[in-house]
Nanobody, 121 residues
Framework: QVRLVESGGGLVQPGGSLRLSCAAS????????MGWYRQAPGKQRELVAA???????NYADSVKGRFTITRDNVQNMVYLQMNSLKPEDTAVYYC???????????????WGQGTQVTVSS
């Protein structure tokens, strides 16, 4: 089973920046896609950004040009650099892993425990 641990959340003023990190550990030899979702109070969880093992990325329209997702396949890390943050970016951010290849085959998708990002003056 893959364990995902996020870090880097916190309180930031509008226009500020934060960098989220997610470390994947466990008995696997490849993760096809890693990504970040977020969920604000009273709203559905939504995809923020995703990146596959080849470095191809996908972003929500609301974060394009402000957020950048990167990945370190050797260290099994994924990062989300968030710039020009807005109050509407306030949410719990979750790291995800999809297409997890193990010796037993493909595992179910994994989720981290979430990290709170609050954008407020």
């Amino acid at each position: 089973q893959v364990r995902l641990v996020e870090s880097g959340g916190g309180l930031v003023q509008p226009g500020g920046s934060l960098r989220l990190s997610c470390a994947a550990s466990g008995n696997f030899f490849r993760i096809a896609v890693m990504g970040w979702y977020r969920q604000a109070p009273g709203k559905q969880r939504e995809l923020v950004a995703a990146i596959n093992s080849g470095g191809n990325t996908n972003y929500a329209d609301s974060v394009k040009g402000r957020f950048t997702i990167t990945r370190d396949n050797v260290q099994n890390m994924v990062y989300l650099q968030m710039n020009s943050l807005k109050p509407e970016d306030t949410a719990v951010y979750y790291c995800t892993a999809e297409g997890i290849a193990t010796m037993s085959g493909l595992e179910n998708n994994s989720w981290g425990q979430g990290t709170q990002v609050t954008v407020s003056s």
